[in-house]
């Protein structure tokens, strides 16, 4: 049963930097591809960033330029720099892991997800 485990949340003033990192245990995929969701109250899951097993990135359009999505090179641990934070960025962030992804950022493809680390930013 594949794991994932997120970290790095918490609360920051607008223009802050927060960095979540995501384990990925158990899994022996060969080809997998990762990405950050997140989910604010009363709204639908989104993608924020994604990368696929070539190393590939893409980001939403609200993630272009402030937001970073890295891993570590064993593909186990995930990682989402997150710069110039804005109140709009709050919500809960997810990391998910997919075999079979044809679009990186849509939320049905992925298998495999943690519980979430919450982001709030105040302005």
């Known amino acids: 049963q594949v794991q994932l485990t997120e970290s790095g949340g918490g609360s920051v003033q607008a223009g802050g930097s927060l960095r979540l990192s995501c384990v990925v245990s158990?899994?022996?995929?060969?080809?997998?591809?990762m990405g950050w969701f997140r989910q604010a109250p009363g709204k639908e899951r989104e993608g924020v960033a994604a990368?696929?097993?070539?190393?590939?990135?893409t980001y939403s359009n609200s993630a272009k330029g402030r937001f970073t999505i890295s891993q570590d090179d064993a593909k186990t641990t995930l990682y989402l720099q997150m710069n110039a934070l804005k109140p709009e960025d709050t919500g809960m962030y997810y990391c998910?892991?997919?075999?079979?992804?044809?679009?990186?950022?849509?939320?049905?493809?992925?298998?495999?997800w943690g519980q979430g680390t919450q982001v709030t930013v105040s302005s």
């Open positions: 998910a892991v997919g075999r079979y992804i044809a679009t990186l950022l849509e939320v049905n493809e992925y298998e495999y």
């Open positions: 158990r899994h022996t995929f060969s080809h997998v591809s």
């Open positions: 990368i696929d097993s070539y190393g590939s990135t």
